[in-house]
C-alpha cells in the first residue's frame, strides 16, 4: 500500500506524484551543500542553463520524515508570508514521493562562511547591516531566526546578503516575547551565554539571541576567525583592528547580558543605516506671491492695490523627490514639456550627491543606501555605472521583488 503524503499547508505547496525536477523541467548539476535535512543542489533548466535556482530537497524516509516535514513546512509557511529584499524567498515548492522540495533563488557568491579570510571592515559592516535589515523584518513579526550563522546568509552577484533557512524559525507569542531554552539556539558555536546557562525549562528571548548570533559573524568577518562554542568574544573584540563605533557595536552585540544588547531596530540605529528613497511623480507648479511678497509702502491716503485671482496653470511637470527618515532631501523639477532619462537621472544624482554632502557629510563616508523602483532610467547601464562608480547600494524595491519572484 503506497504511504499517503500529507495535503499541502500552503498555496505554494504543489502536491505531485512525478518527480520534482522532471515535472518542473530542472536538471541538478552539483551539490551546494548537505544539512540535517537533506541537500541542496545547483540546478538549471532543460530548456536553456541561464534559469539557476537552488533546490533544497527534504527527505521523507521514514527515520527523518516527522522532522524534515515539520522543517519544510515551517520554512515554506515562513518564506510564503515575507518579501524583502535580504531575505531569501520561495519560488516554487513540493511535496514529491519520498521527499519534499524547494526552489530558492541561486546565489553565486554561496554563503558568507565560503567567504575567504577577514573581511574589510566596511564589507563587514554592509553585510551585517544587510543582515540586521531582514531580521528587523522578521522580528516586527513576531518571528526569530532561531539558526542564524554564517552558513545561512547567502551572498548574490552585487555582494548583497540575504538571509535564508528558516525551518528551524519561531513563531514568538507577542506577550511574553520568550520560549523555551531547549527550543531556541540551533547551531551550538552561535548559543549566547543565556543559552549555555540555562535548564531545560528555563525561558529565554530568542530574539536577543538572534542578535548574539549578529555579533558572532560580525566578529568572525572582522578577524578571518571560525566560531566555536563558549568562546570569550568580548576579550577578542578588544584586539580588532576597527574602528571606534565598529568596536563599540560588537560590545553591545556580544553583551553577556541579554537586557545590554540592542534590539534589532536600536541595531539599525547604531549601525547608522539611512535609506534614501526616490520617485518620480507629476505636479503642477505654482508659486504664488504670499500677502507679504505684495506689500508695499504708500501714503495712507493712496487707493488700496487690487490682486487678480491667479489661476493654476493645467500644465504639469515632473519632479523627481529623494527622502529619508527625517524628510525631503533634495526636488528637482524639470523643466516644462521634458520627462525623465537615464542622462538626465544620473544628473539628478550628481545633485543628491552634492546635497547629502552638504547636509549629511557622514553618510557619504558610511555609504548610501538608495531604494528606487526599476523604471528604465533607473535601471539603465548609464545609471548602473553611475552608482557603482560611487559605490551606492541599491535596495530592490517591494514590488520589483514580488515580481521577479512570481516570473520566476
Not at 200 to 220: C, E, H, L, Q, S
Not at 225 to 232: I, K, R
Not at 260 to 285: A, C, Q
Request: glycine share 6%; proline share 6%; with cysteine.
Amino acid at each position: 500500500m503506497a504511504e499517503s503524503k500529507p495535503a499541502p499547508s500552503s498555496s505554494l505547496v504543489y502536491d505531485l506524484e512525478e518527480d520534482f525536477f522532471d515535472r518542473f523541467n530542472l536538471k541538478k548539476v552539483l551539490v551546494l551543500g548537505k544539512g540535517i535535512s537533506g541537500e541542496v543542489f545547483l540546478t538549471t533548466s532543460t530548456a536553456g542553463p541561464s534559469r539557476r535556482l537552488a533546490v533544497k530537497v527534504f527527505s521523507l524516509d521514514e527515520e527523518h520524515r516527522e522532522l524534515n516535514l515539520r522543517m519544510f513546512t515551517t520554512e515554506v509557511e515562513i518564506m510564503e508570508s515575507i518579501v524583502h529584499p535580504h531575505l531569501v524567498p520561495c519560488v516554487i515548492a513540493a511535496l514529491c514521493p519520498g521527499y519534499a522540495a524547494l526552489a530558492m533563488p541561486y546565489y553565486p557568491r554561496a554563503d558568507l562562511a565560503f567567504l575567504s579570510g577577514k573581511q574589510t571592515p566596511a564589507q563587514a559592516h554592509r553585510y551585517m547591516t544587510h543582515v540586521a535589515r531582514g531580521l528587523y523584518y522578521l522580528h516586527r513579526r513576531n518571528i526569530a531566526h532561531n539558526d542564524l550563522k554564517l552558513e545561512n546568509v547567502f551572498v548574490d552577484a552585487q555582494k548583497r546578503a540575504h538571509v535564508g533557512d528558516f525551518g528551524l524559525a519561531l513563531k514568538v507569542k507577542a506577550v511574553s516575547r520568550t520560549a523555551l531554552a531547549s527550543g531556541v539556539g540551533c547551531t551550538q558555536d552561535y548559543w549566547p551565554p543565556e543559552k549555555l546557562a540555562a535548564g531545560p525549562d528555563t525561558r529565554i528571548d530568542p530574539f536577543k539571541v538572534d542578535v548574539y548570533a549578529i555579533g558572532i559573524m560580525y566578529w568572525a568577518l572582522l578577524s578571518g576567525e571560525t566560531p566555536e562554542m563558549g568562546l570569550d568574544y568580548l576579550s577578542k573584540v578588544t584586539n580588532l583592528d576597527v574602528s571606534h563605533d565598529q568596536r563599540a557595536i560588537l560590545k553591545r552585540l556580544l553583551a553577556i547580558n541579554p537586557s545590554d544588547r540592542p534590539t534589532v531596530s536600536d541595531l539599525l540605529k547604531l549601525m547608522k543605516v539611512n535609506l534614501i528613497t526616490g520617485d518620480e511623480t507629476w505636479v503642477h507648479l505654482n508659486s504664488p506671491k504670499t500677502k507679504r511678497d505684495w506689500m508695499t509702502w504708500k501714503h495712507l491716503s493712496f487707493p488700496v492695490t487690487k490682486l487678480f485671482k491667479v489661476q493654476r496653470s493645467a500644465a504639469k511637470v515632473m519632479a523627481t523627490v529623494f527622502w529619508d527618515a527625517k524628510g525631503v532631501i533634495l526636488l528637482d523639477i524639470l523643466p516644462q514639456g521634458q520627462c525623465i532619462n537615464a542622462a538626465r537621472y544620473c544628473s539628478t544624482l550628481d545633485r543628491l550627491k552634492e546635497t547629502i554632502r552638504r547636509k549629511k557629510p557622514g553618510l557619504l563616508r558610511r555609504g548610501v543606501v538608495l531604494q528606487h523602483d526599476n523604471a528604465i532610467p533607473h535601471s539603465a547601464n548609464l545609471t548602473q555605472q553611475w552608482l557603482q562608480r560611487y559605490g551606492w547600494e541599491i535596495l530592490p524595491h517591494p514590488k520589483d521583488i514580488t515580481s521577479r519572484v512570481h516570473r520566476a
